[in-house]
């Protein structure tokens, strides 16, 4: 696993338990991890997981955070906004549109936004994980905009060929995607194997 930190944002499109989740597996597998939870991200994690405060997100992630350091969006002076401090990538998931728009300008009006500018400048990953259907062209042209500038957008969108049972494993669907694309050996589903 790697040293450098995982930069986490979770913003306020619904889709909170994919951001729980990932956020559990980067914990428990020691991960650092520099957690960024937007204003609507509260209110999404509190209406979607009735999750309300940092006390509670630590509880539902193992209760562990000792790899984990947590910033304030409204800090745009952090150290996840400069770009002369060294990070394994960041994600941001879920990722609502205003944030995929954001970045997609340029206008990092926060830290989150700050953070992924500065992940796409330093050529570093950039995860973006929207969950937002039907798709407006605005947001279609945004999601390009984003991904020529570097990022990559992996949609909250689970496959059912690993015959999911339960709500979580259409969740870890998604997580194993994120993982994989930031390299990190974390094993949550079964692979695809051809018959």
């Not at 790697?2 to 990932?22: C, D, H, M």
């Not at 979607?48 to 509670?56: K, L, P, S, V």
């Amino acid at each position: 696993m790697s040293k450098l930190p995982v930069i986490l944002a979770i913003t306020g499109a619904s889709g909170a338990p994919y951001g729980v989740r990932l956020l559990e597996m980067l914990v428990v597998h020691n991960v650092p991890t520099w957690l960024l939870v937007s204003s609507h991200g509260w209110r999404l994690l509190g209406e979607e997981c009735g999750i309300t405060d940092d006390r509670a997100l630590k509880k539902a992630t193992g209760g562990d955070w000792a790899s984990l350091r947590m910033f304030d969006d409204t800090d745009r002076g952090a150290e996840p906004a400069s770009g002369s401090v060294k990070t394994a990538g960041m994600v941001i998931c879920p990722c609502s549109m205003g944030t995929v728009a954001a970045i997609a300008h340029g206008t990092s009006r926060s830290l989150i936004e700050r953070a992924a500018d500065v992940a796409l400048k330093e050529r570093r990953t950039l995860i973006l994980v929207p969950r937002e259907t039907p798709l407006s062209l605005v947001h279609l042209r945004n999601l390009t905009l984003a991904t020529e500038a570097g990022a990559v957008v992996l949609p909250a969108a689970p496959g059912f060929y690993h015959k999911p049972q339960q709500v979580r494993d259409l969740v870890d669907f998604v997580v194993q995607r994120i993982v994989d694309h930031l390299g990190l050996d974390i094993a949550l589903v079964k692979r695809w194997e051809e018959k």
